[in-house]
Structure formats: C-alpha cells, structure tokens
C-alpha cells in the first residue's frame, strides 16, 4: 500500500523534502503552514563583522536577497555559523564558502562560536527572523561578544487549512504529518481544531513524524495514532523515521504502533451571546440542569499523564544523548592537553639535565688579563731595542705570538658557549613558563566537565547539590567564572536539594493550575457588587465547565490561560510565564507555585546554557594560547 504524506514546512524548504518522499514512493500533499517573507528595508551593518550567524535556511536566503539587492560587497567571503546541517547547505548554495555548521540547536551553535571566534576580533552578525527559538545574543553576551541581530524576514501563520486537506484529514487520508517546528506544530492543533472535529478525529488515522521533543510537545492536544521524535533534529534523521514506517507498511503482519495516549481536548468556548438572553435560558434551564450535574461531573474524563510521561522520556533521552556527545569532546580535549603537558615535561627534565657547569656562564677575568699581560709583553718585545739593549731571538717572538693567537681562539670559543648557554637558559625559562600555564589551564576541560555534569543533573526534576557544589569548586580560581556561577544559579540554587521540575512536569501541572486560576477568578466575578455580579452568579455553573483556547484576544484570565497554553504547548515556556506574570490579585496567588517553578526552569536552563559557552570558550582561549605558545 502506497503511503500518503502531509508536508506542512514552508514552500521554499518543503520542495527538497517532497523531492526526497517521493523518491520512496510516498504520495506527497504540501500545505504550508507558515510564510515567509524577506524584509527589503530591514537594516543590514556589516562593517567589522567577523562572522555571519544562521539559525534556519530562511535567515541565508533573506540575507542574500537583502545584500543582492543594495549592492553589498564582500558579504559571501565572511565566514558563516550555522544551525544546522540544512542551514550550512542553504548557506553553500547561496555562495558562502567558509561554513561551519553546529549540527543542532541554539545552545550548539553558541558553543561552537565560542570556540572559534574570538570575541574581541569584532563583532557577530544574527540574521533573524520575526520569531526566534532560545535566546542567541545572551548566550554569547555572557561570553563576551558583540551580537549585532537584524530581523532580516517574518514568518506568518497560515489563518486556515485549506479544503483539500481538511477534506483528506477528516477522511483519515493522511498516513504521516511531518513537523520541523513547536510553531508549525502549534498552528496546525489551532487550525486543525477550527476546521472541526471531523479534522481532529482524522488525526487518529495518522502518525505525526517530529524533528524535536518541542515539536512533539506541541502537537499534545490532538488524537494522533502515534508521535514518533526524530533521533537528531536533522532531516536525515527524520528521513529515518519516514524509512521505519515503511519498513512496517511493507511488512504482511506490521507490528502494532506504539501509541501515545493524549489528554482529552478542552472545548472551545462557544460564541459569546448577550448576557440577558443567557440568563434568561439558564433560569429557564437550572431546574432540570441541577438533577443531571452530580452524574455529569461524575462521569468526565480525567487527564492522563502518559503523553506527559512520553514527552518527558523524549527529552531526557535528546538530553543524555547531547550531554554524552559533550563528554566525550571534554575527554578527547583533556587527553590532548594532557600529552601535550607530557611533551613539555619531557623537554624541560631533558633540558635540566644538562652538565651543572654548563648552567652557569664561566669567569672569562683570568684570561683576559692572561691575554692582556702577553699583548703588552708582545709590544715590548716588538718595540725598537733601546741603546745597548740585547735584541730577543726571533724565535721567542714567534712563540709569542702564537701562544696569543691560542688564547684568543680559546677566548671566541669560551664566548660562542656563553651565548648558547644565553640560549639555552631562554628556552628552559619558556619551557617552565608553559608548563606552569598548562598545568593552570587544565582547569578549562574539568570545567566542561562539571559544567556537562550539571546540565545532565538540571535536565531531570532530580537534585543537582553535588554537581553545583562541584562547579562553584572547580570555578573558584577563575574570580570572573566563579562570579558568572553564582551570578545565572543563584535564581533556583535554593532548590539544589529538591530539584527544578521539567518542561514536561509544568505541561502536565498546567490544567490543575488553570482550573484553579479558573475558579479564583471566577469568585472574583461573583463577588462583585451590583448586577454584573447577579449574572456571574447566574452564569456560574456555565463558566467554569467552559474555558476558552487558543490565541484569545483579552486581558481577562481566562484569555490569558489560553494564550499561555498554546505557548506552552509549543514549547515556549517563557511566553507562557510572561503571559500569566501579568494576572492580579487574589487570581495571581492561585497561579504562583506554578509560576515560581517556571520562572526556576527557565532561570536553570540558562544558566547550563550560558556556563556552556563560558566554559567552551575558556577552554578555546586556552587550547589557542598553548598553539601561539608552541
């Protein structure tokens, strides 16, 4: 049976990917859900650049079409960072030719300019887009470098799937949906949702293929047969995923496919009406409504928690798989330092086994004033004989003279071994200079290290005291690292012994928490004086079995538990924090404990990301040091 795919990138990064389905034969439908669109006046200062910084394909073509278009010269011959491997090959196929890709995510390509460039070399380009992922120019802010960052381009959401698609997703036409971003994810439950429940309940035909746990976890609110994560967030890897479902379409007796279970979707909130008419039919209603409310209560479905528990093992499987990869560098660039340090020590024990005279320069004095007393005896007896003096044998003269031309021999050969040893003294002070700054730097790997340790502990809701108290220890010779440690731990250090809950923790605590801001706010409502108050007490019962989702304009709780859900659904934890920071009193106070363990996510996963890059960068500075030292 030949599969069919549902490809949701934007047209420009959707062709190769089509290209690529049916090579294997998969029926390709392409429905973009995001558009992008170059900014032509956006502002372009390259003047000192170092280097270029590419997050996704759509950053290399809005900067070459922005550069072509004004005439910029030299931007091609400037070295380029990239994202990703599709990024680096975007970059290629627009001229570039000096490019280095990260082969990952922001926090990838942070450290891998660290490691390269040199923060007072000049400053470093971002070709953005409206709406970045992570927070780029901080992490390199905190190691020191100049970020210039120009949005360059917008990516708009698509208001609406169109007919065919509707008409295929609600038929259950669609084999596979593949997913490259939290964005992308998020629009299509928000669009999906719109179209109705045909559309929705045509998801459980298909399996969603997602480039990263943070796509996988913004598809949560839909019915899908399965969520299967890319192994690295690459298109090869996603390809992968592509190949595994047809291996098992192609198999007589496939095995069944791992599902993962979704809690029950909230029903959108209905159209609002007037007031009045509702009151009136909920007075009419209340009586009969009253004796069926115990049961219907009774009987509503309560959330499940495997889809959080699933996305939660996804995370921490992409985690302990990155941090692994960083250990494993750590160990190799220890274990060149530390043969390089062997090399060093060898020389200078070579060096300091020198014969003890050579280490001193030898007393020339006795020989010079040798040399000076035959010089003058020399002269006399070349001099004129004065009257009646006897006249020395022509012999001695000559003997003279060459016991002189001896000691003068004698004397450049005692000079020509005053300047080697000169040389050699040099050399063994510049030997035990290397040593001692190698045995200093060897800090740099250890603090890799510990700083690897701590993101592995921070990644899980587990206590991470150990690691954090290893850090500040390892860090405490550096003044500037050390004030860098305590400065980004110091917002969740009071939880080292407890732990910071997870990205999929707070996901699954987020309807517990809505339900009671909910609530609250809905006291608020009912206690106000006058006749709004009358009708919140009427319309009581109605608001809180009802909560409005998606992107719901409004200042009122419930608009804003909407916006901060689908931002969290997405993966965007700090939009979600910063939607809910604005709640008032007593409504805040329901929606605290959740938000203080938000705002310890968010301040934890900076900080590892940050002390990343500080560390990386240190251990460059000090593996350049020791090459310019060599």
């Not at 170092?50 to 073509?61: C, D, P």
């Not at 007037?274 to 009969?288: C, E, H, N, P, Y």
């Not at 004065?386 to 021999?409: F, I, K, M």
Request: glycine share 6%; net charge negative.
């Amino acid at each position: 049976m030949t599969l069919r795919a549902l490809i949701t990138r934007p047209e420009e990064d959707a062709a190769p990917l089509a290209a690529a389905l049916a090579e294997r034969r998969v029926d390709v439908t392409v429905e973009p859900l995001l558009t992008i669109r170059s900014l032509p006046d956006a502002p372009l200062d390259l003047d000192g650049v170092q280097a270029l910084l590419f997050t996704s394909a759509n950053g290399v073509r809005a900067l070459a079409e922005v550069a072509g278009a004004r005439g910029v010269s030299g931007w091609r011959d400037l070295p380029v960072c990239a994202v990703g491997n599709a990024t680096a090959t975007a970059a290629r196929g627009a001229g570039f030719t000096r490019i280095e890709s990260a082969a990952g995510d922001v926090v990838a390509l942070a450290r891998l300019v660290a490691a390269r460039l040199d923060p007072t070399a000049g400053p470093v380009f971002h070709a953005a887009g409206s709406v970045v992922a992570g927070d780029l120019s901080g992490l390199l802010e905190q190691a020191g470098f100049t970020v210039r960052r120009a949005v360059l381009y917008e990516a708009k959401p698509a208001d609406q799937l169109s007919p065919s698609t509707v008409t295929a997703l609600a038929n259950g036409a669609f084999d596979l949906v593949l997913f490259f971003s939290p964005r992308t994810a998020a629009t299509f439950v928000t669009l999906a949702r719109a179209a109705g429940e045909g559309v929705v309940g045509g998801c459980r035909k298909a399996t969603a293929l997602c480039l990263s746990p943070a796509v996988a976890a913004a598809l949560g609110e839909l019915p899908w047969r399965s969520v299967e994560v890319a192994a690295q967030p690459e298109l090869p890897a996603l390809l992968d995923l592509v190949d595994r479902s047809l291996a098992v379409e192609a198999d007589v007796t496939p095995p069944p496919r791992p599902e993962m279970r979704r809690a029950p979707v909230i029903d959108v909130e209905p159209p609002r009406r007037s007031r009045m008419v509702l009151a009136a039919a909920a007075l009419i209603v209340i009586a009969a409504v009253a004796a069926f409310a115990v049961g219907w209560w009774t009987s509503s479905p309560a959330p499940g928690t495997a889809a959080a528990a699933a996305a939660k093992l996804d995370s921490l499987e992409q985690q302990v798989a990155a941090t692994a990869t960083d250990l494993a560098k750590s160990k190799e660039q220890v274990a060149a330092l530390s043969d390089t340090v062997a090399k060093l020590q060898n020389d200078l024990a070579g060096v300091k086994a020198t014969p003890p005279a050579a280490a001193s320069p030898p007393d020339l004095t006795p020989l010079t004033e040798r040399i000076a007393a035959l010089e003058s005896k020399l002269s006399t007896l070349q001099s004129p004989p004065a009257d009646g003096a006897s006249t020395p044998a022509s012999g001695d003269v000559e003997r003279l003279s060459a016991e002189n031309a001896q000691l003068r021999s004698d004397l450049a050969g005692l000079k020509m071994q005053l300047d080697a040893l000169n040389g050699v003294a040099s050399r063994l002070d510049a030997l035990d200079q290397a040593v001692k700054s190698r045995a200093q730097d060897t800090g740099a790997p250890a603090l890799v290290l510990a700083v690897s340790h701590l993101g592995a502990a921070l990644s899980t809701s587990q206590p991470f005291a150990a690691e954090l108290a290893a850090l500040t220890e390892l860090g405490a010779g550096d003044s500037a690292f050390a004030a860098q440690v305590k400065e980004l731990t110091q917002p969740f250090a009071d939880r080292a012994a407890a732990g910071v809950p997870t990205l999929a923790d707070l996901q699954a605590r987020f309807p517990a928490m809505a339900k009671a801001v909910a609530a609250a706010a809905q006291r608020t409502a009912i206690e106000a004086p006058g006749p709004e108050g009358w009708f919140n007490r009427v319309l009581g019962w109605f608001d809180t079995t009802v909560r409005p989702v998606g992107d719901v304009p409004g200042d009122d709780p419930k608009a804003r538990l909407a916006r901060a859900e689908t931002r969290l659904a997405a993966g965007d934890l700090r939009a979600a924090v910063d939607e809910l920071t604005g709640l008032a009193e007593p409504v805040a106070a329901a929606a605290a404990p959740w938000l203080a363990d938000a705002r310890a996510r968010l301040a934890a996963d900076r900080a590892v990301a940050a002390l990343q890059v500080a560390a990386t960068a240190r251990l460059g500075k000090a593996a350049a040091s020791s090459s310019a030292g060599n």
